[in-house]
């Protein structure tokens, strides 16, 4: 068996191995990387070798820790690593190669319904009706999104929001709030199995499944990087946040917004963030507009979208495919039964 992991930033790790027994048997470690001293690769090999092939990444990992001496250094990997390509040989984690996404249209919807389709997606690749999928988000009207966990007194001001005519829906991932009105932000998910951040961190697996985007900002003239837990930031500040959630058949969703054009004096006004919220979002005062993504590269956001979208189906196997009517209806059902009822809306007061 054999199994590949490339670390961000760093090396690829290359394992290959036979199962005997239900144990790992003939570990062997490769890769571009360097290890020091030499004998240290060895080492590797034989804390390996023997471990139960259902131990858990974080069993390989320290297994690998343990045995190896204290003036041991790996650079360009980890432990981590290893034991991420060896679980890959074992078939328990998959790679971005391993997928085939479908790429569906950018479609103009109430907000709230691209909350529902999130989750009716998510909940169609895990049962086997749709394969992994991105798509960008356009919506009709404005509407501020709310995560999962948070006060919903405590992040709006419902009379401004009503001035405004601005709705409220909670989604189903944690994270902050998203002021969304319409061409005012980028705002994209992706929804894989769970296997693909197999044996990650949280924290690294925010980093590993928006690295495309980093190289997509670089193409319309963004310099960016990932900041942790989950912020996307370039030189003038926050362009925007992630946020995520695994789900029990074996679905992540992991969606994204970035702020476009943002009308920051009503953004004051709906939700009740202060300066120094506003400053980590990009600007340092009560401005007219937070305007990240347009001021750095010049384009319309639709072109903008646009070439994410080339970038992201240039990286990785893509098809594109439609939505189809049954989970628009189902999307709908669930806005009417869940996202915008005053049970959830409220479930944090």
């Given at each position: 068996?054999?199994?590949?992991?490339?670390?961000?930033?760093?090396?690829?790790?290359?394992?290959?191995?036979?199962?005997?027994?239900?144990?790992?048997?003939?570990?062997?470690?490769?890769?571009?990387?360097?290890?020091?001293?030499?004998?240290?690769?060895?080492?590797?090999?034989?804390?390996?070798?023997?471990?139960?092939?259902?131990?858990?990444?974080?069993?390989?990992?320290?297994?690998?820790?343990?045995?190896?001496?204290?003036?041991?250094?790996?650079?360009?990997?980890?432990?981590?690593?290893v034991a991420i390509a060896v679980k890959r040989a074992l078939g328990g984690a998959v790679s971005?190669?391993?997928?085939?996404?479908?790429?569906?249209?950018?479609?103009?919807?109430?907000?709230?319904?691209?909350?529902?389709?999130?989750?009716?997606?998510?909940?169609?690749?895990?049962?086997?009706?749709?394969?992994?999928?991105?798509?960008?988000?356009?919506?009709?009207?404005?509407?501020?999104?709310?995560?999962?966990?948070?006060?919903?007194?405590?992040?709006?001001?419902?009379?401004?929001?009503?001035?405004?005519?601005?709705?409220?829906?909670?989604?189903?991932?944690?994270?902050?709030?998203?002021?969304?009105?319409?061409?005012?932000?980028?705002?994209?998910?992706?929804?894989?199995?769970?296997?693909?951040?197999?044996?990650?961190?949280?924290?690294?697996?925010?980093?590993?499944?928006?690295?495309?985007?980093?190289?997509?900002?670089?193409?319309?003239?963004?310099?960016?990087?990932?900041?942790?837990?989950?912020?996307?930031?370039?030189?003038?500040?926050?362009?925007?946040?992630?946020?995520?959630?695994?789900?029990?058949?074996?679905?992540?969703?992991?969606?994204?917004?970035?702020?476009?054009?943002?009308?920051?004096?009503?953004?004051?006004?709906?939700?009740?963030?202060?300066?120094?919220?506003?400053?980590?979002?990009?600007?340092?005062?009560?401005?007219?507009?937070?305007?990240?993504?347009?001021s750095q590269t010049g384009l319309p956001r639709e072109e903008i979208i646009t070439r994410f979208?080339?970038?992201?189906?240039?990286?990785?196997?893509?098809?594109?495919?439609?939505?189809?009517?049954?989970?628009?209806?189902?999307?709908?059902?669930?806005?009417?039964?869940?996202?915008?009822?005053?049970?959830?809306?409220?479930?944090?007061?």
């Amino acid at each position: 068996m054999r199994g590949e992991y490339k670390v961000r930033g760093g090396k690829l790790v290359q394992v290959e191995l036979d199962v005997i027994d239900g144990r790992l048997s003939s570990v062997h470690l490769s890769g571009d990387f360097f290890v020091e001293p030499d004998e240290a690769l060895d080492v590797i090999n034989g804390a390996l070798n023997g471990l139960p092939a259902a131990a858990t990444t974080v069993e390989l990992a320290a297994a690998i820790s343990s045995a190896l001496p204290t003036d041991a250094r790996l650079i360009g990997f980890t432990p981590e690593a290893v034991a991420i390509a060896v679980k890959r040989a074992l078939g328990g984690a998959v790679s971005w190669n391993d997928l085939t996404f479908e790429v569906l249209p950018t479609l103009t919807l109430a907000p709230a319904m691209h909350v529902a389709l999130d989750q009716v997606l998510a909940a169609r690749m895990a049962d086997g009706r749709r394969g992994p999928t991105m798509r960008f988000w356009d919506w009709d009207q404005p509407l501020v999104v709310i995560g999962s966990f948070q006060s919903y007194t405590n992040e709006i001001d419902a009379e401004a929001a009503e001035r405004y005519g601005i709705n409220v829906v909670r989604r189903i991932t944690g994270g902050g709030a998203m002021f969304m009105e319409p061409g005012n932000c980028v705002t994209y998910s992706v929804i894989v199995p769970a296997t693909l951040v197999e044996g990650l961190s949280f924290e690294a697996s925010y980093a590993f499944l928006d690295e495309w985007m980093i190289g997509a900002l670089a193409e319309v003239g963004v310099v960016a990087s990932y900041q942790p837990l989950n912020d996307i930031a370039s030189e003038q500040g926050k362009i925007g946040g992630a946020a995520q959630r695994r789900f029990a058949d074996g679905g992540l969703l992991h969606h994204v917004t970035m702020s476009y054009d943002i009308d920051a004096n009503k953004m004051l006004q709906v939700l009740r963030i202060g300066r120094e919220k506003l400053s980590d979002k990009g600007t340092t005062s009560a401005v007219k507009r937070v305007d990240p993504m347009r001021s750095q590269t010049g384009l319309p956001r639709e072109e903008i979208i646009t070439r994410f979208t080339a970038y992201f189906q240039q990286r990785y196997r893509c098809i594109e495919t439609p939505y189809r009517d049954d989970e628009l209806a189902e999307a709908e059902e669930l806005v009417r039964t869940k996202f915008a009822s005053p049970e959830w809306t409220h479930r944090v007061p």
